[in-house]
């Protein structure tokens, strides 16, 4: 059994442009015992995210607005009943709401309001521009980690800094081999 991991790429990011965020997808993908599903953030792109591509994911990463679409996803599956039982883990990178709506009730909120199937949450934030949010609901389980000082552009460079790269490779990696161990016992 492997993990499987659902990446979302964020704004103007399209499936294999050789963009940061492939290469950092393509990075998770050698990790061992990991299968990896790509995904842009626009819907309406074919090769979008769409509410069904959720269900069934170990470890969800999503990038900028890619954070926004998979919010987005998660308030329809929730008012449709819909919504997976379970969701391992979710890492968010440097997650910018996207429409007026959103945007207010992640602002005014305090940021990100992760749903109760998730059962940890990483959230790497940047505070250049554009800002993105933190986990709201932070707890034990669902962990906000500032991230500055990046080369260049913070929330752009996140998607190719080193530090970035080694807490997501490290969280993935280890739960992979918890999968690998329970499929084993």
């Known amino acids: 059994m ?99 709506g959103q945007c207010l009730e992640v602002a005014l909120g305090g940021g990100w309001k992760v749903p109760a199937a998730v059962t940890e949450a990483v959230c790497l934030q940047v505070d250049s521009f554009p800002v993105s949010y933190p986990i709201a609901n932070s707890e034990p389980e669902r962990v906000n980690i500032l991230i500055t000082g990046i080369p260049g552009n913070d929330h752009v460079g996140i998607q190719d800094f080193q530090s970035a790269h080694d807490i997501i490779l490290n969280l993935i990696a280890s739960a992979a081999c918890a999968c690998a161990q329970k499929a084993a016992a």
Do not use: E
Request: proline share 5%.
């Open 2 to 100: 492997k993990l499987n991991v659902l990446m979302v790429s964020g704004f103007r990011i399209h499936i294999d442009d050789g963009s940061d965020f492939w290469k950092l997808a393509d990075s998770v993908a050698d990790l061992p015992n990991v299968t990896v599903t790509d995904r842009t953030w626009d819907s309406d792109d074919p090769s979008g995210l769409q509410d069904s591509d959720l269900a069934g994911r170990d470890v969800i990463l999503c990038y900028s607005w890619g954070v926004a679409s998979v919010f987005k996803a998660f308030d329809r599956l929730t008012k449709a009943g819909t919504m997976p039982d379970r969701i391992p883990l979710l890492v968010i990178m440097a997650g910018v709401p996207r429409g007026i």
